[in-house]
Each structure stands twice: as C-alpha cells, then as structure tokens.
C-alpha cells in the first residue's frame, strides 16, 4: 500500500517566489547575529566521551602499580588485523609478583593496523588491555604509529578496581593451593569454626 | 600614430581571419573568430565610433561565438572529419571568392572612398544621438527588414526543434 | 597624451586594482565569516601574526576575527603543487584562468568610485576613464569572461568541466538579454529629450543627485538588473557552471593552486564590480541619501571626496554582503528552472517593464 503525502497546493505569494525568499532572509539573519555559536573549539575543548567508548587500546596497572597483562597472548591471536605484537617475558624471582611469573617484555600495538574492534579487551582474561577515551592518534612516520610498551601504560594508567587477584592467590597458595572460592582443606593452624554457617573468615 | 596602431590592428585582424579559415580545429577557430572580432572593434575604435566598438565585441565576441563554441562543444566535431573536399566544397568557395572580388571591386570604384579628404567626417555612429537617429530615420525600412528576418528566422527554430506529435 | 599623462593614469590603474584585489581577498574572508555565522559556527579564526598577533586584546580581537586569513589563503594559492593533468589541452588550459579574471579586471576602468572639488571648485569624477559608451562597455567585457568558463570547461577534457562549461555558456547567454533590457528605463530616463545622448555611468550618478534613486520608482528595473547580476557572475542561487554538489565543482575541478585561485579571484572581482554596478546604477552611487548629496550637507573639497568614496565603498560592502547572505539562504536551481526563469520570466518581464517605462518617462518628460 503506497503512502501517498498530498502536496498543498501553492498559495499566490509563494508563487511570486520573493517573499519566500525575503521569509529565508530573515531566518538566516536571525541565525546570524541571534543563534548561537555550536562550533567545539576542538584542541582547547574536547567533546564528552560516553562510557564504553572504544578509542586507542591500553595496558593499564592496578592500584598497586604493578602491570596487569600477564602476556598470555590470548589478544595477539584474537586480533583480526594482526595489529598487536607481544614479546612474553618472565618477572624476576625477587620481585613480589614472581608468582604471576610472565608479563610481556615487548607489547607493540600498530595503530596503522588496529580497527578498533575491542576483540583484545573482551578477551583479555586479565583485564589488561582496555580501549579507552583516546581517540587521535598521529604521528609523522609509520614507526611511529607503533604504540610500544611504554607508551601503552603511559596512555593507560592506572584501573581503580580492587581485585587484587593475585594477592589473593599467593595468599591462598600461601594458605594451600586454595583458589579463593572457599577452603578445600583449611590451613592446619587456623582454628574451626565451631558454627558451620558461618563461612570461615580468612585474612586479607 | 593613428596610422601605425591602423596598419597594426589591421594586421592583427587579418592574421586572426587566416587563422580562422586555415584551423582544422574548430575551438581554435572559433577563438580567432573572437580575436578578429576584438582586431575590428579596435579599428572602430580608431575611427571614433566607440559605439560601433563596443557594439561589436558585446553582441559578436560576447554572444555569437559562445553560441559557436556550445554547438562546437555539442556536436563535439572530430578532427579528421572536417577536413574532406567535396566537389560542393569547390563551388562554394568559387562563389565565396567571387563575391569577396565583387565586393572590393563595388568599394573601390564607388565614390565614396575618394570622397574622403583629408580631414575625417564624424562618424555617424560615433555619437549615440547621431546613431539613434539614423537607425529610425535614413535606415528605418533596413532595419525593419532585418528584424523581420530575424523574427521568421526565430520561428523557423522554433518550429524545427519542436516536437511533432505522431498520431 | 604627455607621457606624464600615461604615467599617472598608470599609477592610478595600478592602485585602483591593487585596491580591488585587497577587497577581493577579503570579500572571501567575508564568505567564509558570514557563511559559518549563518551556519552557526565560527569560521577562520586561528591564522595569526607574529607581533600584531600578540598585542593583548586587539590582536586575540583580530585574529578571532580572521583577519590575518586572506595573507595566509593568498600563500597557500601560491605554493601547492600546480598539477596541470595528462590529457588536457595545454594552452587553453592555462589561458582560462587568465581569462576569467582580466575581463572583471578590465571593467574596473569604467567605474566610478567617487568625486572631488579641487582648488579652482570644479568638481573632478574619479574614473580611471570617463567612456561615453561606459554600461556597454562594461556589458561587453564583462561578457568576454564567460571564455574563462566555457574554456576551461573544454580544455580540462573531463565530464564534469565539460558539463560545466556548457551550461556557463548557455547560462550566460539567457541572463545577459535580460539584464540588458532592464537597464535601459535608467538610460531612458538619463536621456532627456534635446541632450547630445550618454551611456556613462558618472552621468548617472549626477543624475541621481538631489532626486529619487532608481531603485526605488524602477523596482522590477532593480529586481530583473540584482537577479542577473547573479546569475553572471556565477553566484549562488545560479552557481550552475560549478555546482559542486551535480558536477563536483564544474569547470575548475581539474584546477589546482594558482590557476584556481586565478578563477576564485575572478569570481570575486566580478562580484566587487557587480556591487559597484548596481550602487551606480540604481542606489545613487556615492549620493548618501534620496534628494541629498554630499554638497547639500555642506561638505565640500577633499571631504567630500572621502565621504564620497567613502559612500560608494559602503553600499559596494552592503551589496557583496547580500550577495553571500543570498548564496548562504537560497538552495541552488535546477538547469531547467535556471532556463525557464531566464527565457520565460526574466525576458518578457523586462520587456514588459521597458514598454511601461517608456510611456512613463513619455509623459514624466512631456513638454
């Protein structure tokens, strides 16, 4: 069923087409020296970036500073451009994190390549890699379109989450290979509790 | 002065109408066209008849070769085609020349030239009074005519470019 | 001619278009102010000098305002690369712009600007030269601009130049019959019975002085004459040969750096000397009111030819300014309509007007 819109008919003076005219003047001066300026000055302003914006990629760390991508390499195989390159490195015995055991050496993300997607951040299992609000990125040269490690945690920062999960899991290695979902076996000095309801208290 | 800007202008012009018949391209004519149009314009200039001057470049250099150049650039002429001798090409150009013989031959015989002095008579067209004046009194029954041409002319365009309707 | 003759009318050649390229590089920094105040934004306003630049206040004051722009658009028309592509006509290639812009600078000759008294009282017109035939030599040049157009359209030897340069032709064509036709009431009227017969503008200044404009009892004259206008000089609603929208831009896509700036200049001039036109012919020209002049107000001597010019500069500004408030209001005509309004509305309208006027004047002018 087409939907037929009726055209009224012209009226004598929009025939004579100038005062139609002279009505668009008038708008158009009104917009002139009375409507207001929309222009965002863009370096000095930047437009409001709604959460869940998906702009340059990032590593970020955790309130405690230390570097959240463990270099499972999980974001280097899913990446369908093939823009992420990472270099897994190992995290010395001294460190207080030697438990976590990897974290990249070399993390290059080619933003000559990158689509944006997101595909990185959704699969990151370590919530490491996060597109965040940035979005321009130039440079002069293609090598520097390459986003090294440095420059990665630099545009990243720092995630305000308290997860904090693999304080956790020393803790629980610690306590005996317990993952954190309550205790397999509970550590031989901590005493029962002697109501079972009441889940077993662990410390921090 | 006047005699060598003459012989200058009359040169220029002359050189632009060779150019005009002996362009196989037919854009490159048409701006000779325009420069021979702008030489005699300048010649008017020269007699004082500024009026005749401008007249020539508005309606021949500003007008009629624009049209020129549209049907040019319309029918979008090719090169090599305009280039063929038909016996008919022969024949024109005989009458074209014969004519153009006749016309120099009427001028120099005639009285008129020799009439001249050495003092220059105002051009009748030189003063727009003077033009108006003989346009609608000595040449009324020419320039009626003309316009009478000119009208059948428009009507035959009219009437060729309409559509006929076929029932 | 003394040669100090030709020396100053040299000079003063020099000067008046040294003077209409200043405003033409500012009338496009007018477009772009008035089209982004239209449009709700802000328009250049970043170019800046070194040291003006920095005065506090001011120079922030003007570098907002853009006024440093049109240095910075001249240069970059300067240094980008002039591609001049493969498969065009070379030389009429780089003739068209040329030709474009020298007619609207040639008829900058017959303007006149203003007038002086000077020591003896005479009053002196300033008019590089004086014609008697002046409108129709400013009609005549200014026709010789569409070349410019219909040339470039041809040599690019592309589609859309090509389409571009036809219509320039045929455009023009259709708007220069009518706007002839509408000018002649004024000169009707300017030639009264028994006088040797003028078509020079300054007497059509003078004739304005002490007395109605023409504008205001020859309206439709003003209407047909304004429409026109526009429509030689290729401005928007009847920006046909260009319009970027059909053609990408028409006959000057294949243009780049400074043959296209040639084309924008032209485009310009001939708007400035359109303006001009239209404050001679039908708003008195440097006459400040209706049945004033500048001597009724007193001013006399080297005054009176500041005000005067002065006069002329500020009606020119106020026309180029309805120029762009008309190119930013109104959408573009389709061909047809271009066409249609040309023959069918514009024509017989100014033939119409020419017979009412003619008996008009008869009987204004009767004995």
């Given amino acids: 069923m087409p939907i037929v819109v009726k055209r009224k008919p012209l009226t004598f003076l929009e025939k004579l087409y100038i005062p139609e005219i002279v009505r668009g003047l008038t708008v158009t001066f009104r917009r002139m020296f009375f409507g207001e300026t929309v222009t965002l000055e863009y370096p000095e302003q930047r437009p409001p970036i709604p959460a869940g914006y998906r702009g340059v990629p990032t590593l970020v760390r955790d309130p405690e500073g230390r570097e959240k991508c463990v270099s499972c390499q999980l974001c280097e195989f899913v990446c369908p451009p093939k823009a992420i390159r990472i270099t897994p490195g190992e995290i010395p015995e001294d460190s207080d994190y030697s438990h976590v055991e990897k974290a990249p050496k070399e993390f290059d993300i080619d933003m000559l390549r990158c689509i944006y997607c997101g595909m990185c951040q959704e699969v990151c299992p370590e919530e490491a890699i996060w597109l965040q609000n940035q ?70 | 002065m006047t005699d060598l800007f003459f012989y200058l202008f009359a040169t220029f012009t002359l050189g632009c109408a060779f150019g005009v018949v002996f362009s196989r391209n037919p854009v490159n004519a048409a701006m000779f066209l325009i420069m021979t149009f702008l030489g005699m314009a300048s010649l008017f200039v020269l007699l004082e008849a500024y009026f005749l001057a401008v007249i020539q470049i508005l309606v021949y250099a500003g007008a009629v070769v624009v049209l020129f150049l549209f049907i040019i650039m319309l029918l979008d002429v090719k090169e090599e085609n305009t ?79 309409k559509r006929m309707k076929t029932d | 001619m003394e040669l100090t003759d030709i020396a100053i009318k040299s000079i003063y050649a020099i000067v008046v278009v040294s003077v209409l390229m200043g405003f033409c590089s500012y009338a496009v920094l007018a477009e772009r102010k008035i089209s982004s105040w239209i449009q709700g934004r802000v328009g250049p306003n970043r170019t800046t000098l070194p040291f003006i630049g920095s005065i506090p206040y001011v120079g922030r004051f003007l570098t907002r305002l853009g006024v440093f722009q049109p240095a910075a658009d001249g240069l970059k028309f300067l240094f980008k690369e002039d591609i001049t592509p493969d498969h065009v006509n070379k030389v009429y290639f780089i003739l068209a712009p040329i030709l474009s812009l020298v007619p609207a600078l040639t008829t900058v000759v017959v303007v006149p600007f203003g007038y002086f008294e000077n020591s003896a009282g005479e009053v002196v017109n300033l008019v590089l030269a004086d014609l008697n035939v002046a409108i ?114 028409g006959f000057h896509t294949e243009y780049s750096s400074f043959k296209f700036g040639l084309f924008f200049v032209g485009e310009y001039a001939h708007m400035l000397v359109g303006s001009a036109v239209v404050a001679i012919l039908f708003l008195g020209g440097w006459h400040p009111l209706p049945f004033m002049t500048w001597a009724d107000f007193g001013v006399h001597g080297w005054l009176a030819g500041v005000l005067s010019v002065g006069t002329m500069i500020g009606k020119l500004c106020g026309f180029m300014f309805f120029f762009m408030w008309i190119r930013w209001t109104l959408p573009r005509f389709r061909y047809d309509q271009v066409m249609r309004i040309g023959w069918q509305m514009l024509l017989p309208l100014s033939i119409a007007n020419l017979i009412v006027y003619t008996f008009v004047i008869y009987f204004l002018e009767r004995p």
């Fill in chain 1, 135 to 204: 979005y321009s990125m130039s440079g002069y040269t293609r090598a520097e379109m390459v986003n090294n490690k440095a420059k990665l945690y630099e545009l990243g920062g720092t995630l305000p989450d308290e997860h904090f999960k693999w304080n956790k899991k020393k803790e629980a290695a610690a306590n005996g290979g317990d993952h954190g979902h309550g205790p397999a076996m509970p550590p031989a000095d901590m005493p029962r509790s002697e109501n079972p309801e009441v889940p077993p208290v662990y410390p921090k």
């Fill in chain 2, 83 to 161: 280039h063929r001798v038909t016996p008919l090409t022969w024949v024109a150009s005989l009458i074209g020349f014969a004519l153009l013989i006749l016309g120099v031959v009427a001028i120099t015989s005639s009285d008129n030239i020799k009439a001249v002095g050495d003092t220059l008579p105002e051009a009748a067209g030189a003063s727009l009074k003077n033009f108006g004046y003989e346009l609608f009194t000595t040449y009324q029954l020419p320039m009626q005519v003309t316009g009478f041409l000119l009208l059948i002319a428009m009507i035959g365009v009219i009437v060729l470019s």
């Fill in chain 3, 136 to 249: 129709l030599f400013l009609f005549a040049v200014s026709s010789l601009g569409v070349y410019g157009v219909v040339l470039a359209g041809w040599a690019s030897n592309s589609k859309y130049p090509f389409l571009g340069g036809i219509r320039a032709s045929a455009q023009m064509i259709s708007y220069e019959l009518a706007m002839g036709i509408s000018v002649l009431p004024v000169f009707m009227w300017l030639n009264a019975p028994g006088t040797d017969g003028t078509l020079s503008l300054v007497d059509v200044v003078n004739a304005q002085g002490g007395a109605l404009w023409n504008a205001m009892w020859m309206p439709v004259s003003f209407l047909i004459f304004v429409v026109c206008i526009f429509a030689e000089t290729n401005r928007l609603p009847f920006d046909m040969a260009e319009s970027e929208t059909e053609l990408v831009s």
